[in-house]
Structure formats: structure tokens, C-alpha cells
């Protein structure tokens, strides 16, 4: 079963607009991470925020996590078509299998 | 440095047929793993390895076997292969197994048909 889900599935903008995708999780975690996979590659790591930080920062990105609500948000700033890609949140949860499980992705399609 | 290598990039086979996929890190990392990915899903993990003669199942673990005798190896066979296996396949190393809070470097993956 997938531990997290991202909203929404699909998103389409235009160049320069922000992109804002959500994550929601079920069990308790050691962290978050997020992952972009270009159509056809393997997934990269973007960014991860442990469980007790609330807010992170690499770039034109911005990452926020509210373990109270078990969900977290990925910011894509001033978009570019170049960000067209999937974006997958990713946990590592406190207990059981010591391993990350992965969402089912959201899609993002950045208009020039 | 090539980071984790996954050989072949594509793969066809008959219903039936063993093979092994195979993935390799120059990185040291001490934990690999496997995970599947199905069209407009996301990834299932399948077995991974805290370390040099340690695996484990995964969430979608029969019909494939691995070992791990190396750290820089981490190869998953595939024992009879049927077409529900049909599937993109990546393999993940981190530097540590612990709750270090490392990400993840994938390899590029091996795209396999079972027909």
C-alpha cells in the first residue's frame, strides 16, 4: 500500500508560474523526501526534511512538513519547462521495513 | 564516479524464462535496494539489503530472488518469469542504512517484457 499520496495527480502551468504539490502520509516518519523523475530516467533526489523541521529551502524550491496533519507541500518557484517532469513525495517511516515508500507521483507540465 | 549501474536497459522475455538484472554502485553506499514501477504508479519495493550479506522482502517480494556477497553488487533474478512482471525496474543505493536521513541515487533503470 502506498504510505504517500500526492495531490494533485496532473498539474499544468505556464513558465514563470509557482507549482505547488502535496503529499499526505499515514504512520510516524524519521523524514520526507522528494524525488523528480524525467519521462523516462530514473528518479533524483530533490530534498529532504527530517521530522522535526517544519520548513526547507534548496533553490527555487521550498518544502514544508506538518506532522501533526502527516502531509507535506513541494513549492516549484518561478517555473520553468525545463521542471516538466513527475515529482514523487517518499517516507521513511519509525517503524517496520527500512526502506522508503514512494507516492504515486504528481505530473507536472510546464507551458513555455 | 558513475554512481548505480543497471544493466541491460532493456530486456525482452518468454513466460517462463529466468534472468537477472543486474546493479552495481561505486559509491560504498551500505544500503541498496529494488523497487518496480507500473504505469501511473509509483515505486514498490521489491527486496533491499542493509549491507554485504543482509536482504530482505520488500512489499512485492515473489517471483524474484537477490544476494548481496559484495557491497558494490546487489543483483535480483528473476526466477520464472511471467507477464504480470512486466514492469520498469530501478535500483536504489544510500550511504547508510540507518535512520541517517540520506536520500536515495537510483540508476537509470531496466525497462523489461514478458511475453
Known amino acids: 500500500s502506498q504510505q504517500g499520496e500526492e495531490d494533485p495527480q496532473a498539474l499544468s502551468i505556464q513558465e514563470g508560474e509557482n507549482a505547488t504539490m502535496n503529499c499526505s502520509y499515514k504512520?510516524?516518519?524519521?523524514?520526507l523526501q522528494w524525488y523528480r523523475q524525467n519521462s523516462g530516467r530514473g528518479l533524483v533526489h530533490l530534498i529532504l526534511?527530517?521530522?522535526?523541521?517544519r520548513e526547507k529551502h534548496s533553490g527555487r524550491l521550498r518544502v514544508t512538513l506538518d506532522t501533526s496533519k502527516k502531509s507535506s507541500s513541494l513549492l516549484i518557484t518561478a517555473s520553468r519547462a525545463a521542471d516538466t517532469a513527475s515529482y514523487f513525495c517518499?517516507?521513511?517511516?519509525?517503524?517496520?521495513?527500512?526502506?522508503?515508500?514512494f507516492g504515486s507521483g504528481t505530473r507536472l507540465q510546464v507551458q513555455p | 564516479n558513475a554512481g548505480v549501474t543497471q544493466t541491460p536497459k532493456f530486456q525482452v522475455l518468454k513466460t517462463g524464462q529466468s534472468m537477472t538484472l543486474q546493479c552495481a554502485q561505486d559509491?560504498?553506499?551500505?544500503?541498496m535496494s529494488w523497487y518496480r514501477q507500473d504505469p501511473g504508479m509509483g515505486l514498490r519495493l521489491i527486496h533491499y539489503?542493509?549491507?554485504?550479506?543482509?536482504?530482505d522482502q520488500g512489499e512485492v517480494p515473489n517471483g524474484y530472488n537477490v544476494s548481496r556477497s559484495t557491497t558494490e553488487d546487489f543483483p535480483l533474478r528473476l526466477l520464472s518469469a511471467a507477464p504480470s512482471q512486466t514492469s520498469v525496474y530501478f535500483c536504489?543505493?544510500?550511504?547508510?542504512?540507518?535512520?541517517?536521513?540520506?536520500?536515495?541515487?537510483f540508476g537509470s533503470g531496466t525497462r523489461l517484457t514478458v511475453v
Open positions: 526534511i527530517r521530522s522535526n523541521e
Open positions: 539489503s542493509v549491507g554485504a550479506g543482509i536482504t
Open positions: 559509491m560504498n553506499h551500505e544500503y
Open positions: 536504489a543505493s544510500s550511504y547508510s542504512a540507518m535512520s541517517g536521513n540520506y536520500g536515495y541515487t
Open positions: 517518499a517516507t521513511d517511516a519509525r517503524t517496520g521495513r527500512r526502506a522508503l515508500t
Open positions: 504512520t510516524s516518519i524519521n523524514n
